[in-house]
């Protein structure tokens, strides 16, 4: 099919949604009415004692404070220069499709946003005076393999760190491959979240691969610009040697703001969030981890916690926001932190208000956190949306993946959005390992009835790192196969369901999901 082709078909689609779309709310919502009127009781003891349980945090090995190699890599020719040269690459897009890699979100973007890759920003201004570092973001400059890899023959590094997401490693990884061929001396670190526990597997299927980096990226930048080997460095994985150790930047006042000299100057040009209504494209991080465990998240349900909540002092935040304002004109950004709607997103509101900040910024929210007064300070603030991670409509299914909410607090949180005058989004998925008919039916009354302005649909990816990927495996509901595990690449590149729940097969929850697409298509965030 050619892109005019494609084209065309995607309007007559929309045209025909748009006919259909009033009957399916219509239909779902009696059917959705139907189910709250015949719901079943609530499980007895004994039912809830045959549910997945989350199992103890397993004993990991780890490794630190290791001694630093006195020079680069053993195979590095050597007298040549006595700084490394590292490239970082935010590679290709997919068959034309912007990809969003970055911290935990790791996923194909259908809807043209051209994420800047923020922790190589960090990672430079970490690194800047141990290495010469550049990079390139082929991504948001949409540039071809063949353009991407010329630009690394100019730059001539000793290492390249690739980010990238584990569905489609071949891809983020093929220029880097093909610079090494040439240059076997130099070192390609992944740096691929998704990747954690699949070590294994990956550097078999690529051999071309010399280590994956576990945990934040930016962690490791002292150490990878010093030239140490990159096995004696803590929580990176090599052929043979999986790290068993997650590593994250401890404290996040010392560590330096992202590197906006190495970062293409883009901002409100290729990077850009017309979906979140973002011009600037600018992510801001104000905290990082999550004290929450949700059992599917990359960040929490991960076992032993290690990306624990860490905040950054409110006037620490100022300054890049200041920085961002003088260096590039931009007023609005993406607050990109795992829950901003606590105490502490509160403290950087009141600060951006006492400094008579002029801005536009969106946030993502749990819930039962929100109150009156924090809504109405960041509102003073310039908050104009908040995300909520709602997922499912049902209190059981919630319960089992740990969300730390209920659907009473979900709907009440949507109130006092409204109520203080800004947008709300509903962050909503289905293929839980407890998800039926009637919970699909129960999250659909759910939307219909809190009436979110925007609703973020996904299908459950339930990536190896996360506790829940193992529960789901040892009950039989998933077979694991990297490249099957985002469905949010559809239908661009289909790559199939590749898990059940206890009561419903992947060809039942292919078709609920193409369902929900069709009946909330117009509310719908890809």
Known sequence: MTAQDEASWRAAARRVARVVRPALKTTLRLAAELERRTAEPAPTAAERTNQVAPPSAETRRTRRGLPMAPSGPESRPRGLR?????????????????????????????????????????????????????????????????????????????????????????????????????????????????????EAQIFEELPYLDAIACGEIDAFAEEIADGVELGEIAGMSVPGQVAGFIRVVEDLDRHPLPDLDVMPPLWGKQYTLPYYGVRSGYFVTSSRGCPYSCTFCMVGGVDERPFRFRRRDPRNVLEEIRLLGRRFGCRDFFVFDEIFTNAHGHRVSEAIVEAGLDLHWLCEGKPDLVTRPMLRSMRDAGCKTIYYGVESGDDAVLAQVQKGHTVADARRAFELTREAGLQSAAYVMFGFPQDSLRTYLRLVRFLLEARPDFVRYGFLAPYPITVLHRQMRDAGLIDFDRTKIDRRISPIHDAGVGLRTHHLGPSALRALDLLFKATFGDQLMA
């Open 82 to 198: 006595d700084r490394l040269r590292i490239t970082l690459l935010n590679p290709p897009r997919y068959r034309g499709i912007t990809v969003f890699r970055m911290f935990r979100s790791e996923y194909l973007f259908v809807q043209g946003n051209h994420i800047p890759p923020m922790d190589l920003g960090y990672f430079a201004a970490a690194a800047r005076d141990r290495a010469d570092v550049a990079m390139i973001d082929a991504n948001a400059e949409d540039l071809t393999a063949e353009e991407t890899h010329r630009r690394i023959e100019a730059q001539r590094p000793d290492v390249i760190v690739v980010k990238g997401i584990i569905d489609i490693l071949e891809h983020e990884l093929e220029v880097a491959a093909r610079y090494k061929a040439a240059h076997p001396h130099v070192r390609i670190v992944l740096a691929c979240r998704g990747a954690v526990h699949a």
